[in-house]
């Protein structure tokens, strides 16, 4: 199993043990016996949650003079993360949208290269309810509190764009919200697990050309309101 798998419940349990047992960042001294003790396992069954954990690449063990050190790994953290954000989705819902504002900027064209993909242009529309203009609108953040909202949305549950194969290589899946953009058009934000950009930059697709629509350049602000069901 990989650590592009989405872990189990099992998994999961592990990994928020070993949080708090101080193994979330950095390396701690957890024994099998030990995390037996927290989960309720016998020694054995502990240390084979922490190889499977281990082969999943979700957390790194380390032998040293001090003895076995653990720590999770960045996708098991992650993993964490989403789940908690998952949670915290389900416990308190969501339906204030969320808005964004920041500045509009010409980007790497990343975002416009995804759309343009015929083999997304079907589940653009099924998901979505329509074909994205071959093109993204880039706002940088600049707030903080932006940032960290951005960030978010890494966590919570979107709407998924099935992958595709070409016959060359293999498209992941891509996260979208429904959004709306100026107050007025509809479009969606794009959530791209691998990508250039840090969580300071939202990139924004619609069925139109949104700098032709708005009449936006560089510099522009604009806002963008995230709207969940």
Known sequence: MSAKTRPT??????????????AGGSDARVSSST??????????????????????GLVRRTHSGRGLTVALTPPGRRA?????GELK???????RPM???GKVFTGLREGAYYVSLKGYAAHFRSSLGFVPFPGTLNLRLAAPSQ?????????LRGIEVPGFEDGRRTYGPVKCFRAEVAGKLPGAILVIERTH???????????????EALGLKDGDGCQVSVLFD
């Open 9 to 22: 419940a099992q998994q999961l349990s592990t990994l928020v043990k070993l949080m708090e047992l101080g």
């Open 35 to 56: 995390l037996g003790e927290v989960l309720g396992l016998s020694q054995q069954a502990a240390s084979k949650r922490l190889i499977e954990l281990e082969r999943a």
């Open 80 to 84: 964490v993360l989403v789940h908690y």
């Open 89 to 95: 989705q389900i416990i308190e819902g969501r339906s």
């Open 99 to 101: 808005l964004f504002a």
């Open 147 to 155: 940032v960290v909202q951005r960030a978010q949305l890494n966590l």
């Open 197 to 211: 950009y840090d969580d300071s930059v939202l990139e924004v697709i619609a069925p139109v050309n949104l700098r």
